[in-house]
C-alpha cells in the first residue's frame, strides 16, 4: 500500500481529553493519511502521563492497516493533561515527525501519523512505534562508557549533517532558532523556582560549589551570557534535538542509540547538543579522560557525512567550554518526579565547570 505524504484535510479539532481516545476517534484520525484503514478494536496497555501523554494501544486493525505498515501496538503522545501549557511542544514535535523525520538520517522513532491544531486552541499528535519492548531507555543514573558515548555522538551527527546550513531550515518557519527562542532566553527565570527548591536540599550543598550557594542569580547571570554569546555567533546552523540528555534516548536491542522527546527542536549550532549530552552522560572520569577524543570523533563523523565546514578543533573545545551553563541551570531545576534522577547529572555538570573553567569564560 503507497502511503501518501501528504494528509486530507482535517475539521475535527485534535481531542485535549484521554477519555475522547476512542477506536473510532483513531479511525477517522488515522484515515487522514491512510483513508481505508480502520482500528476495529483498541486495547490500552499502558498510560503515562507527565509534562505529556503517553498512551500505549494494542490495535486490531483491518487489512489495509497492516498493509500500510501501522504495527499491532503503538504509543500516542498529546497533551491531554488537561493543562494547556504543554500544547505548544506537542504540537512542535508533530511538526518535527511530519516534515523532518523521514528527511534525513536522525536516530528517532517510526512515526505513523504526526498532526497538529494552531491559533488558541494548538494541540500536536503524533502516532509512534511503542518503544516499550526489548530496548532500555536512557536513566541519569546509568552513565555510559566512552564507546557508548562515541556511539551515540555518531547518531548525533547524523541528525546535525542532515541539514547542515541547508535552505530547509529557513523554509521551514516553524523552527524557532535555539537561544532566540522564547523558551530559551528566559529558561533562567523559568526554572529559577525549582531551582530553589534543590538548593534548599543537602545532598545538592555536597556536590554544589560555594559560589553558587553564596549567589545563585551568579548562575542567572552566566546562562543570559550563553544566551547574548550564543546569538552573536554566526552558522553554520543545522537542527538540534535541543534536550539530548540521555533520559531522552533508547538503546535498541541491536545496539542503535535512537532519541525521543523533539520537543524542543531548533536550528542552531550543535554545540548546544554535543555538550549537553556528553556531560551529562558520561562518569565524570571518564568525561576528563575522553572529552577531547569524543569531541575529533564528533567532529569527523560530521566530515564523513560530507560536512565540510567545520570547525579546527581549538575552536570545538572552545565552544564546549562555554555550554555546559545550559546543562548547569536546566539540571539544577530537575524535579525527581519529572522522570529522571537530578542528583547525578548536577554533579557531572558543576564537576565539568570547575573542569574547564566555564563560569570564567561565561563572564569574561
Known sequence: ???????????????????????NWLTRTLQHRYPDVVVEEMKVIGVHAGHTTKLRLQLNLNQAGIQAGIPAQVC??????????????????????????????????????????????????IVMEDLGGAGVFGQSTAPLNIDQAAQALEGLAALHAGWWNSPKLQQHKWLEQSMFAVADVDQYRILAPYIRLNLEKPAYHAVLPQWLLLDPERLGRAFDRLVRSERD?????????????????????????????????????????????????????????????LLRHYRESLRARGVAELMSPDEIWSEYRRWPVYGMVSWLSNQDAWGQIGLPSVERFYAAAADLDTLTVAEG
Open 1 to 23: 500500500m503507497t502511503v501518501p505524504l501528504t494528509y486530507c484535510q482535517r475539521s475535527e479539532p485534535l481531542p485535549v481529553r484521554l477519555e475522547s481516545v476512542t477506536s
Open 76 to 125: 500516542l503522545k498529546s497533551n491531554w493533561s488537561g493543562d494547556p501549557m504543554s500544547s505548544s511542544i506537542c504540537a512542535l514535535e508533530a511538526r518535527f515527525y511530519r516534515y523532518a523525520r523521514d528527511e534525513i538520517a536522525v536516530p528517532a522513532p517510526q512515526c505513523y501519523y504526526a498532526d497538529w491544531d494552531e491559533g488558541a486552541a494548538e494541540q500536536g499528535l
Open 233 to 293: 555567533r554566526a552558522g553554520p546552523l543545522c537542527l538540534v534535538h535541543g534536550d539530548a540528555h540521555l533520559g531522552n534516548s533508547y538503546l535498541r536491542a541491536d545496539g542503535r542509540r535512537i532519541w525521543f522527546d523533539w520537543q524542543l527542536i531548533r536550528k542552531g549550532r550543535p554545540w548546544r547538543d554535543v555538550t549537553y549530552f556528553m556531560i551529562g552522560s558520561l562518569r565524570i572520569e571518564d568525561r576528563r579522560k575522553a572529552e577531547r577524543d
